[in-house]
């Protein structure tokens, strides 16, 4: 499993960012992947989901309505659009390789090797 995320910068309050994941090493289009996120002394916090086929997507509370996840099975390619940026999304991201859709949403997470490396994102005036 090869999960590269980009993307992440700084950005002042409001703005917007898209984050990637480019994907290899294990059967993209037939895995449900997620985006989890992890700020400074804070337990990870589950972001948004996807669907293998991409028909089915969640958020979480913090960031629905704000954030879109999407994907490209063709090139295989996990994305976050975050729009409305706060302070408060400051944080580690990452996108996991689920053992089925929506696993994050439930309170664990994917075993480590099963994550990216992760991108910085900082929401800052």
């Known amino acids: 499993v090869h999960l590269v995320e980009s993307g992440g910068g700084l950005v002042q309050p409001g703005g917007s960012l898209r984050l990637s994941c480019k994907a290899s090493g294990f059967p993209f289009s037939t895995t449900s992947m997620s985006w989890v996120r992890q700020a400074p002394g804070k337990v990870p916090e589950w972001v948004a989901s996807?669907?293998?086929?991409?028909?089915?997507?969640s958020y979480g509370d913090s960031v629905k309505g704000r954030f879109t996840i999407s994907r490209d099975n063709a090139d295989p390619t996990l994305f976050l659009q975050m729009n409305s940026l706060k302070p408060e999304d400051t944080a580690m991201y990452y996108c996991?390789?689920?053992?089925?859709?929506?696993?994050?949403?439930?309170?664990?997470?994917?075993?480590?090797?099963?994550w990216g490396q992760g991108t910085q994102v900082t929401v800052s005036s």
């Open positions: 996991t390789k689920d053992p089925y859709y929506g696993y994050p949403s439930y309170g664990t997470f994917p075993s480590r090797d099963d």
């Open positions: 996807i669907h293998r086929t991409g028909a089915s997507v």
